[in-house]
């Protein structure tokens, strides 16, 4: 693996977990030639974007393809209840 490429995607992914926007470790970070492709799952669509903003403010002109998805969090329609 090319030493540029690890160190750029090292430099993104430490980035995107110091930056309060993000605050994340896990988003899969992959660079091919001009482009960052970004993959993994987020907790708000806010995140998502704000993982897209850091990584063009590091890299300006860089095209980035965000494929971060949004995790649904479904709501308990009752509360649970435990019995010990």
């Known amino acids: ?6 160190y ?8 995107l977990a110091a930056d309060p926007r993000v605050n994340m470790l896990d988003v899969k970070v992959m660079v091919f030639s ?3 492709h970004l993959n993994g ?3 708000t669509e806010e995140r998502r974007k ?3 903003e850091v990584v063009a403010e590091l890299l300006p002109g ?3 393809r965000n494929e971060l998805t949004v995790l649904e969090v479904n ?4 509360p649970e209840v435990f019995h010990g």
């Not at 750029?8 to 980035?15: D, T």
């Open 75 to 78: 709501h308990a329609r009752q």
């Open 34 to 36: 001009d482009k960052v």
């Open 8 to 15: 750029l995607v090292g430099k993104l992914q430490q980035a």
């Open 50 to 52: 704000a993982v897209a």
């Open 62 to 64: 860089i095209k980035v």
């Open 41 to 43: 799952q987020v907790a």
């Open 1 to 6: 693996m090319n030493v540029d490429y690890q």
